[in-house]
């Protein structure tokens, strides 16, 4: 079998590299250790007619868990941070040979096995799980540039139009420029609307992603318990975005 170079690439990737290694050096070591569990169960058993039985018991609980654990607890395991994940399985596989000399009898070897073959099976769905946020797929990032072409800094200085009947309904206004929507504001606040200003252009939701929350959540509360103010007709705002508004909830 030939090993081509664009199957080595991801190998050039320091994160990857890192797990690559990492992930080699514990598979070694648990299949040194499945090695070894099965060994110490068949000389503990040597007596027995049921020696085979307790070997195969012990394959068994070392390498099931893992089709167990990724059928069964797969969304789970996704909501938990995957680096300690890792670590905790991986520690845990330690905790369990550190403990196996100790082991009274062949039935504690197999309940060990049990212990490591679970952790393995935590091991490996959050190691693969990560894979692709180490190698980007460029494939993927072509279609979503495509996607999502560049515009220039100046396409979010343009005005947009607000949605017709806005004035219906009693709203909030978040002020994020000024310079470009003065006038859009004033409209706001004749028609009875509280207005909150803030600074920072169309970008404020990213660059000051706390200060427009506040805001937000300072509209709301004020929108929830001023009494309504007199009803309008469509309005005819001019062209311009608001930056933000926040709609009185529905009792």
């Given at each position: 079998?030939?090993?081509?170079?664009?199957?080595?690439?991801?190998?050039?990737?320091?994160?990857?590299?890192?797990?690559?290694?990492?992930?080699?050096?514990?598979?070694?070591?648990?299949?040194?250790?499945?090695?070894?569990?099965?060994?110490?169960?068949?000389?503990?058993?040597?007596?027995?007619?049921?020696?085979?039985?307790?070997?195969?018991?012990?394959?068994?609980?070392?390498?099931?868990?893992?089709?167990?654990?990724?059928?069964?607890?797969?969304?789970?395991?996704?909501?938990?941070?995957?680096?300690?994940?890792?670590?905790?399985?991986?520690?845990?596989?330690?905790?369990?040979?550190?403990?196996?000399?100790?082991?009274?009898?062949?039935?504690?070897?197999?309940?060990?096995?049990?212990?490591?073959?679970?952790?393995?099976?935590?091991?490996?769905?959050?190691?693969?799980?990560?894979?692709?946020?180490?190698?980007?797929?460029?494939?993927?990032?072509?279609?979503?540039?495509?996607?999502?072409?560049?515009?220039?800094?100046?396409?979010?200085?343009?005005?947009?139009?607000?949605?017709?009947?806005?004035?219906?309904?009693?709203?909030?206004?978040?002020?994020?420029?000024?310079?470009?929507y003065g006038a859009t504001a004033e409209n706001a606040r004749n028609r009875g609307w509280p207005v909150r200003e803030i600074g920072g252009g169309h970008l404020a939701p990213a660059s000051r992603p706390v200060r427009v929350t506040e805001a937000l959540l300072e509209l709301e509360r004020v929108l929830r318990t001023a009494p309504a103010?007199?009803?309008?007709?469509?309005?005819?705002?001019?062209?311009?975005?608001?930056?933000?508004?926040?709609?009185?909830?529905?009792?």
């Amino acid at each position: 079998m030939r090993v081509s170079s664009a199957q080595l690439a991801p190998l050039r990737l320091q994160g990857f590299r890192n797990l690559f290694y990492a992930m080699l050096g514990s598979s070694v070591g648990t299949l040194l250790a499945a090695v070894a569990l099965a060994i110490d169960v068949k000389d503990r058993t040597a007596s027995s007619p049921h020696s085979g039985l307790w070997v195969a018991a012990v394959l068994i609980v070392e390498f099931l868990p893992t089709i167990v654990v990724g059928l069964l607890l797969g969304p789970l395991l996704d909501r938990l941070e995957r680096r300690s994940l890792m670590i905790a399985a991986d520690a845990l596989r330690v905790a369990v040979f550190v403990a196996l000399p100790f082991a009274p009898n062949a039935a504690t070897v197999v309940g060990l096995a049990l212990v490591a073959g679970l952790a393995t099976g935590f091991f490996r769905p959050a190691v693969y799980a990560g894979i692709p946020n180490l190698v980007p797929d460029e494939e993927l990032r072509a279609t979503l540039e495509a996607d999502m072409p560049p515009f220039p800094l100046s396409y979010f200085d343009t005005g947009i139009d607000m949605p017709v009947g806005w004035g219906d309904r009693p709203c909030g206004y978040v002020l994020l420029g000024p310079e470009f929507y003065g006038a859009t504001a004033e409209n706001a606040r004749n028609r009875g609307w509280p207005v909150r200003e803030i600074g920072g252009g169309h970008l404020a939701p990213a660059s000051r992603p706390v200060r427009v929350t506040e805001a937000l959540l300072e509209l709301e509360r004020v929108l929830r318990t001023a009494p309504a103010p007199p009803r309008f007709a469509p309005p005819a705002w001019p062209a311009g975005s608001p930056g933000g508004t926040a709609s009185r909830p529905s009792p």
